[in-house]
């Protein structure tokens, strides 16, 4: 059954042109080919990831948080009770006043310690502030180099100023160094974001955990799927300009936080508003009317028969287009606020 799923997964008519076939992908005369078995190399890059994140948090974030007049608070842990942490963990965080004195009654305790237990146990639950800066710290050094090097690798390729460069000779465009790691660091970096999902910081952008949650797990796996796909199509060229135009907002919103736990606030606003122009500018009118462009609009000039990967590659951009949407209007109600609100 997987040798059957397996063939019908890399059929040619999925992936490439008509009359082209895998074999016309093996490297020869300075050609170089992506090939799908080298993504296997994003996992323990990850785990690379993870160990430079950890090393990052601590070593730099905690230093410059503490430089920037951010203490690291203690919170006091309550007294170990198997029967409260029980109730807590599996019937509410917030008990009404009759369980709290049949709890009470149940561990032998008077309903004022039962009080005070809940309190600190729920105060547990809460990130501190310092926390919060170290993962902004780690996704701003991210982002912005990043987008630095997406720059670097980019300024000087045609197809960067030339949208229709990013067909010229497909399916045989060679793969450069500069790609592949470029496209390595980006996969490696969302694996590791949903390593961390459970543990990372549960951000409610809307006022709704859970929603946002789920907003944060499609983002990352259709950004996973795309790179992955479109790796594997050799449809690099498009693919790090995809990759370039999300991070180059991303690094500005990180910076706004991180001065916004450090209660810099004109310093906060200052930033926000520029990511606010940076993400219009590159998720509501530049990924739209430049890539969704490029991807829907061009390819009819060079076949006339789509190949399937067209409509699935396709749907996963749209899908990201639908996020960016949901996500302009979380930022044009935060402006909205503060500008008419102060």
Known sequence: ILKTLNSWFWWENIWMPINCTWEHFVDRDGLVFPKPHQLYATIPYAFVLLLIRFCSERFVA???????????????????????????????KHPSQSDIQGLAKKCNWTVHLVEKWFRRRRNLEIPTVLRKFQEAFWRFSFYL????????????????????????????????????WYYMAEISFYWSLLFRLGIDIKRKASGHAPIDFLAHVVHHLAAIGLMSGSWCG????LGTLVMFVHDTADFWLEAAKMFNYARWEKTCNVLFILFAVAFFITRIILFPFWILRATLYQPTYYSTTPVIAYFLFNGQLLILQGLHLYWGYLIFKILRRFIFLK
Not at 68 to 77: C, D, P, Q, Y
Not at 152 to 180: A, C, E, M, N, R
């Open 62 to 92: 905690i230093p410059l948080a503490k430089a920037l007049g951010i203490k690291n608070v203690r919170r006091v842990k309550p007294q170990p009770n198997p029967v409260l942490e029980s109730y807590f963990r599996e019937c509410s």
């Open 145 to 180: 180099t990043s987008s630095i090097a997406g720059f670097v690798f980019l300024y000087d390729k045609p197809w960067f100023y030339d949208i229709w460069q990013t067909w010229v000779g497909y399916p045989f465009q060679t793969l450069l160094p500069s790609q592949y």
């Open 234 to 237: 050799n449809y690099v060229r």
